[in-house]
């Protein structure tokens, strides 16, 4: 089974955001990238079907240079090579049709990518990917069992689960729940090394103009003063909650 990870090149949750040219692009100054977490989750799967099926691991990548850290990071874990996309990651659009491409001339029995990025969190390039592919789509995946040309896979829903039997090629938009953070693996120095020695290979994008656009960016507003009522104060808890807070 050939598998393709699709990773995201985020920024580590504990950044301190900032944005340049009149809050129109996003200041990565400082700012320490990571793989993106639904991703990690789903390279980790993938781990699993290596070292009990047999599946070869392919990761890739859309972006510059500045994105192969995060894909030797990926290497260092247990993949067995790296694909970088050479273009600039603009719109969930152009980035599935990149994947696609890398999906398709690959012929992989399975690509799994993250339900969502933690940067934009638009949610959207897993099912762009399967429908470019002509695909089986499961999204919100939190559990994947492979048998052949055959797959099971669970996803959650609202109030619940829900357990899908599907066929290759498959295409999860996979979260938290397919493995757990405890099942995350931390490269060892073995790791390290001989992701030195894996091919990082760099292709030429296919033409695809962004479909959007981001106008300006712009920081939640700050948390206003805490307003603290008496235990026995009823009446003026619902005034405050009424009349200033306006949610009843």
């Not at 808890?237 to 200033?244: G, M, T, W």
Request: aromatic share 4%; with cysteine; net charge negative.
């Amino acid at each position: 089974m050939k598998i393709l990870v699709c990773i995201s090149h985020v920024p580590d949750t504990t950044s301190k955001i900032n944005f340049t040219d009149g809050d129109t692009k996003f200041d990565t100054n400082g700012v320490q990238f990571v793989i993106n977490p639904n991703d990690e989750f789903g390279l980790t799967r993938a781990m699993w079907f290596k070292e009990k099926q047999g599946a070869t691991v392919s990761v890739v990548n859309v972006g510059g240079p500045e994105t192969e850290p995060t894909l030797r990071k990926a290497l260092a874990i247990g993949a067995d090579e790296a694909i970088r996309v050479d273009t600039a990651a603009t719109d969930a659009f152009s980035v599935a049709k990149q994947l696609a491409k890398v999906a398709k001339e690959g012929v992989y029995d399975l690509v799994i990518a993250g339900r969502e990025s933690i940067d934009y969190n638009g949610g959207m390039v897993p099912g762009m990917i399967a429908g470019l592919l002509d695909a089986n789509f499961v999204n919100n995946c939190i559990g994947l069992e492979v048998e052949g040309t055959s797959a099971k896979a669970t996803r959650e829903i609202d109030g619940g689960k829900e357990t899908v039997s599907t066929a290759l090629p498959l295409v999860i938009g996979g979260q938290k729940g397919l493995v757990e953070e405890s099942d995350l693996r931390i490269p060892n120095m073995r790791g390290i090394m001989m992701a030195r020695k894996k091919p990082l290979n760099v292709v030429g994008p296919v033409d695809a103009e962004a479909e959007t656009n981001s106008v300006s960016f712009e920081k939640p507003a700050p948390k206003g003063a805490v307003k603290l009522v008496e235990p026995d104060n009823l009446d003026e808890l619902v005034n405050l909650l009424h009349n200033e807070a306006k949610v009843i």
